[in-house]
């Protein structure tokens, strides 16, 4: 079974609301503001520094949703997930870089924006997302995927990355 365009398009709304929507309302909310008011060159370079930690963020969202099509088999989506374990790329180096490259987008928007309620959702999501983890999506993991995601949890951090690449090898 092949993912759809439109699997792969629903499966993009939470992300999209989550670094994209709801940030803008808070901004709305709050008096849209760029920096931190240090006046410059200091706000240009933390609005520089919190479009740096973006860029690398939406990179790294867009390589792991890239990873779950191609290699996975799947979407982001639970209604379609993944029939193979990918344990490629950046997954290598640590479980969960999807949510760290969304982790990372929240954290430059807070920096880029001079935004302690961004940071605030930056950590509620983090919080969310741990949580979900360890209850339901690891074990979900390993009813789908047996003893293979046993030995790639216990070779692959959580939220960690490793410095060198697990190559599958190491037990």
Same mark, same amino acid.
């Given at each position: 079974?092949?993912?759809?365009t439109l699997d792969l398009l629903r499966s993009l709304i939470l992300p999209f609301t ?5 940030? #803008? #309302? ?11 008011? %240090? ?6 370079? +933390?609005v520089m520094l919190g479009a740096v930690i973006i860029g690398n963020g939406l990179y790294? %969202? $867009?390589?792991?949703?890239? %990873? ?25 180096? +640590?479980r969960n870089p999807m949510i760290s490259g969304a982790l990372a987008v929240l954290l430059?928007?807070?920096? $880029? =924006? ?5 940071? $605030?959702?930056?950590?509620?999501? =983090?919080?969310? &997302? ?24 216990? &070779? +692959? ?15």
């Amino acid at each position: 079974m092949k993912t759809s365009t439109l699997d792969l398009l629903r499966s993009l709304i939470l992300p999209f609301t989550v670094l994209l929507i709801i940030p #803008a #309302a808070i901004l709305r909310l709050s008096g849209f503001r760029i920096g931190w008011g %240090l006046g410059l060159p200091w706000d240009g370079v +933390v609005v520089m520094l919190g479009a740096v930690i973006i860029g690398n963020g939406l990179y790294f %969202l $867009a390589t792991c949703i890239r %990873l779950f099509m191609y290699i996975g088999k799947g979407t982001l989506a639970p209604w379609s997930p993944t029939r193979k374990l990918v344990i490629v790329g950046p997954y290598q180096h +640590v479980r969960n870089p999807m949510i760290s490259g969304a982790l990372a987008v929240l954290l430059g928007e807070s920096i $880029a =924006f001079g935004s302690i309620e961004i940071f $605030a959702c930056f950590l509620l999501f =983090f919080g969310i &997302n741990h949580v979900y983890f360890i209850t339901s999506e690891e074990p979900g993991l390993y009813k789908r995927f047996g003893d293979e995601y046993l030995v790639y949890k216990k &070779n +692959v951090p959580r939220w960690m990355p490793r410095l060198t690449p697990w190559s599958g090898s190491d037990s």
